[in-house]
């Protein structure tokens, strides 16, 4: 894209609001930033149809044992990383399960590598080596609807059969055009012009959000509004289970430590055990046969 047609985007445009930003105090620019923030849970908003289909679409896959692959570059690609390693601490959740491809690799999350962004064969290489089908869901992120390495690859996953889903935040994007569906959350101009790890990025964040969580609670990994899959891998996480056990079933502390204790510290197992009235064993056969759906496993005896 030439630097004329750049300018011409949303997302490079001088922000009016935050002029002279360089000479206000720190309580003022706070403020404007503040102010400017605000705008970005409306944009999210307006997209919302689009985040609901996709949030089925991925719920779909990953139930047909599809994985959810996340594609970005530069702050899109550290956004998307972000939520995917969130996934098996807070759904407990196979690591596999959910991914990113990020331009520049690992190394690109702690190191800035946009040089790599502008070429297409190096997004259709890395998500090649994912080898996307029919059963996965891929989803783009780029603000500017336009990065080479994004584009590329969100094409190249379409053409193998996968869904595709464009997050961005300019309309008409090049992403779009590669995409099944297309999540265009305009928040307009910057407060630093053009630093789209500000309201672009915070946009991508609350959609990535919706995305997986959403997905999530469709295949039953949450009970309620409850972390019910969580890992209880150290102290506060086994405080934490035992409060979503005592939440969850009405039962008292010490019940659910002992339930905990006796589910072999799995979340999901104590509470069909608590619900269910059954022995570990039986909890652990009926979550299998619910792919792990915890509120199916409690309600109905799997076949």
């Not at 590329?152 to 309309?171: D, K, P």
């Not at 509470?271 to 792919?291: D, I, N, P, S, Y």
């Amino acid at each position: 894209m030439s630097k004329a047609r750049l300018q011409k985007l949303g997302t490079e445009q001088p922000n009016l609001a935050t002029a002279a930003l360089d000479r206000r105090g720190a309580r003022e620019i706070a403020e404007i930033i503040n102010a400017e923030d605000m705008r970005v849970a409306p944009a999210v908003a307006r997209a919302l149809p689009e985040i609901a289909r996709a949030i089925d679409a991925i719920a779909a896959a990953l139930s047909s044992g599809g994985r959810l692959i996340y594609v970005g570059a530069g702050s899109s690609g550290r956004i998307a990383a972000l939520d995917a390693a969130e996934c098996p601490p807070t759904f407990n959740t196979d690591p596999e399960l959910v991914q990113f491809v990020m331009s520049g690799g690992e190394r690109a999350l702690g190191h800035a590598a946009e040089t790599q962004e502008d070429w297409p064969a190096l997004g259709r290489r890395d998500i090649a080596r994912r080898k996307p089908g029919k059963r996965d869901v891929v989803v783009g992120i780029s603000a500017s609807g336009r990065t080479p390495y994004t584009v590329a690859a969100l094409r190249y996953a379409r053409s193998h059969g996968a869904t595709t889903v464009a997050v961005t935040n300019n309309q008409a994007s090049w992403l779009e055009r590669v995409a099944d569906i297309a999540i265009v959350a305009k928040v307009g101009a910057e407060v630093v012009a053009g630093s789209t790890r500000m309201k672009a990025g915070t946009a991508q964040k609350m959609i990535l959000n919706m995305l997986s969580t959403g997905a999530m609670a469709r295949l039953g990994y949450v009970y309620g509004n409850l972390m019910v899959n969580v890992h209880v891998k150290n102290k506060k996480l086994w405080e934490r289970g035992v409060t979503v056990l005592e939440r969850a079933a009405g039962v008292s502390r010490d019940a659910a430590s002992r339930a905990l204790k006796a589910g072999g510290s799995s979340v999901p197992v104590a509470l069909v055990m608590l619900k269910a009235g059954v022995g570990k064993a039986e909890a652990r056969r009926r979550l299998k046969a619910a792919r792990g759906n915890v509120r199916q496993a409690i309600d109905k005896r799997p076949n």
